[in-house]
């Protein structure tokens, strides 16, 4: 019994110097975003928000009255990928735990078309039954919250973006010209 006891003993004294030694210094964290990041002109409007359902259903009959994306953020309602029905079939397959949705653009000028999201999700962009092609990729400015930017080359008329994979029942948009 004495023995064990002296053995514990000297373990604990041999961990005590390790225990005892300073901590390390915390690397030096990440230079803090400021309260206002500044954005580029098209995305002024990212600091406004408002919230919106989405379509899960093409076809039905409020499709057509459905309010558009617009200028300003939006926080969009999604669904269960399961559960939605969309016009083409994505191009990037549905994964049924995750969400998604669709919602219209109203394109009023030819133009480029610049679609910001704050979550990683894959968006499609579709008018006549097509999907567009995306123009470029890229990510919003530095601790704006803008995760995500995808962009189109576009003509005048209604569009309607869709929505796949997204993580959460919640994503913000924005859908501006540039």
Known sequence: MRF???????????????????????????????????????FADWSRSISA???????????????????ARTELSLHKAESLRYWVAPAREPDVFKFGGMVPIDVKKSGR????????AWIDLVRDGRIVKSATHGHGPACSGIRKTVEFDVEQGRYLLQIVNAPSDRIRAMAVMR
Do not use: Q
């Open 4 to 42: 064990r006891v002296c053995a514990l003993m000297l373990a604990v004294s041999a961990a005590l110097p390790t225990l005892a030694a300073p901590a390390k210094k915390a690397p030096a964290k990440a230079e803090s975003c400021l309260a206002n990041p500044t954005l580029p002109p098209e």
């Open 53 to 71: 359902k989405t379509i899960y259903g093409y076809g039905e009959p409020r499709d057509i009255g459905w309010p558009a994306l617009g200028a």
């Open 113 to 120: 078309l610049v679609v910001a999201l704050d979550g990683g």
